[in-house]
């Protein structure tokens, strides 16, 4: 069986042109699609994708990571396949002989073939599934709808098209760093280069504590009390400090202690 080749047309910008012969004489299939981030969600070749058999390569102009996490998405991603950022290749000879060694691709010449597909520009996060606990921080943060926690407590991303497009904010809010932007060319890790992971922005977290009302980990206080100016903020959610019962209770204690010392015995 041939390990398929699925090539973003709009991947290599002339500099791989030549590669789809390369891929063919190396012994791959090879598919021409679009940039399949852009492809609708209801767009026949994602069906597909998931029913190919055997090895494949997919050479999007994505970080690997955000190739993986789309095609788990639409569940075509198998331990067989390889993530490769086109953009980072500039010889198509070299790329072809080493993706065969890596498949090991028969002898013979393979096909090459048009896959048309519905696409136009999207916007959307993208789960780092390895990395993500199901929070729902994400769920509780956005606006938009773009998330749904189903019965089992676990998040999806079912409306991904109601995002608004440029806006990364969930993902300096999630506490894992499991929530990618492929198209952000702003910040690396929201983008999800290799090693790197978004980290929690403070300002975010602090509005998302203000948007949702939700309890605060850190200092245990819940909803959106009134600004207290000059007041000690928690670094978590942005809520002035109060001192917690207990605490009072137990430094009142501590006082009358002291007092009863202070007056000595009876």
């Known amino acids: 069986m041939r390990p398929t080749a699925v090539l973003a047309l709009d991947a290599s910008d002339g500099r791989l042109d030549e590669l789809p012969r390369h891929l063919s004489d190396a012994g791959f299939d090879v598919w021409l699609v679009p ?3 852009h492809v609708a969600e209801a767009c026949e070749l994602w ?4 029913s190919l058999e055997g090895g494949a390569v997919f050479l999007l ?12 998405r639409h569940g075509a991603w198998r331990t067989e396949c390889l993530a490769v950022d086109s953009r980072t290749r500039e010889a198509p000879a070299p790329l072809a002989a080493e993706l065969s060694r890596r498949l090991g691709s028969p002898s013979g010449a393979g096909s090459i073939q048009r896959r048309d597909a519905s696409a136009g520009a999207r916007w959307y996060p993208l789960v780092d599934e ?3 606990t199901h929070c729902g921080s994400c769920f509780q943060f956005c606006l938009f709808g773009v998330y749904e926690m189903d019965e089992r407590k676990k998040v999806r991303i079912v409306h991904p098209d109601r995002c608004k ?11 894992q760093g499991a929530l990618i932007f492929a198209l952000y060319d702003k910040d690396p890790a929201i983008a999800g280069a290799p090693g790197r992971f978004p980290k929690p922005d403070a ?5 998302y504590y203000a948007r949702t009302g939700l309890p605060c980990p850190r200092c245990g206080q819940a909803g959106k009390p009134a600004p207290q100016p000059g007041a000690p903020a928690c670094d978590e959610c942005g809520r002035p400090r109060v001192a ?5 209770d137990e430094l009142d204690a501590l006082l009358d202690g002291l007092e009863r010392l202070q007056e000595g015995p009876r």
């Open 35 to 37: 940039n399949l981030y």
């Open 47 to 50: 069906r597909d994708l998931a």
């Open 61 to 72: 102009p994505l970080h690997p990571r955000p190739i993986e996490a789309l095609l788990r």
């Open 130 to 132: 390895s990395r993500c």
């Open 165 to 175: 497009p440029g806006c990364p904010a969930c993902s300096r809010i999630c506490p």
């Open 203 to 207: 300002a975010a977290r602090k509005m």
């Open 244 to 248: 917690a019962k207990r605490d009072r």
